[in-house]
T-cell receptor, first 114, second 112 residues
Framework: DAGVIQSPRHEVTEMGQEVTLRCKPI?????LFWYRQTMMRGLELLIY????????DSGMPEDRFSAKMPNASFSTLKIQPSEPRDSAVYFC????????????FGQGTRLTVV | GENVEQHPSTLSVQEGDSAVIKCTYS??????FPWYKQELGKGPQLIID?????GEKKDQRIAVTLNKTAKHFSLHITETQPEDSAVYFC???????????FGTGTRLKVLA
């Protein structure tokens, strides 16, 4: 398995533009997570899905952030409009539906908003 | 909700020495405690984990200990090597949710 695949790896955009980050989880995994990593706040959980359904989006910082999972093999995280403070590395992770299980992380997308 | 604190934030050791990273958690119901290693430009990768019904687990040079009463767990790396240099994250998961709450990370430098 290729693991969790994220695209793009790097994104530079101007303030006010829409940004879409993409994730392909590991085949067969039931859970998908979106995390944001910054120096100041570390790894923050933004939202997670179970069987394509959003379960907990309490970590989504503002209405400018939205996430979708139209099918079991694809998810997007969208920021509209983007702001410089959104600059961070965004990770997608997936895991099996088991009592205790590890989460497998993608390589991340480094977003820079100028 | 769960809160995980991790110390130290940076750690430098000489090659061959041991390194210890400590984490505390707040929710006594948490039952799964993974440790992740993140190398530069990569996503975190699981290196060892422990469940709440176990006090210690070892895998070659790395070990994790869990004290449920005190609500803390630690990562021990023995005979450190330069390739152990990375950022290490602890995490905790509470039953009934699939939220992994991460510590703030420890940047480990192994000096050759």
């Amino acid at each position: 398995d290729a693991g969790v695949i994220q695209s793009p790896r790097h994104e530079v955009t101007e303030m006010g533009q829409e940004v879409t980050l993409r994730c392909k989880p590991i085949s067969g995994h039931d859970y998908l997570f979106w995390y944001r990593q910054t120096m100041m706040r570390g790894l923050e959980l933004l939202i997670y899905f179970n069987n394509n359904v959003p379960i907990d989006d309490s970590g989504m910082p503002e209405d400018r952030f939205s996430a979708k999972m139209p099918n079991a093999s694809f998810s997007t995280l969208k920021i509209q409009p983007s702001e410089p403070r959104d600059s961070a590395v965004y990770f997608c992770a997936s895991s099996f539906d088991r009592v205790v299980t590890e989460a497998f992380f993608g390589q991340g997308t480094r977003l820079t908003v100028v | 909700g769960e809160n995980v604190e991790q110390h130290p934030s940076t750690l430098s050791v000489q090659e061959g020495d041991s390194a210890v990273i400590k984490c505390t958690y707040s929710d006594s119901a948490s039952n799964y405690f993974p440790w992740y290693k993140q190398e530069l430009g990569k996503g975190p990768q699981l290196i060892i984990d422990i469940r709440s019904n176990v006090g210690e687990k070892k895998d070659q040079r790395i070990a994790v200990t869990l004290n449920k009463t005190a609500k803390h767990f630690s990562l021990h790396i023995t005979e450190t090597q330069p390739e152990d240099s990375a950022v290490y994250f602890c995490a905790a998961k509470t039953p009934g949710t699939y939220k992994y709450i991460f510590g703030t990370g420890t940047r480990l430098k192994v000096l050759a």
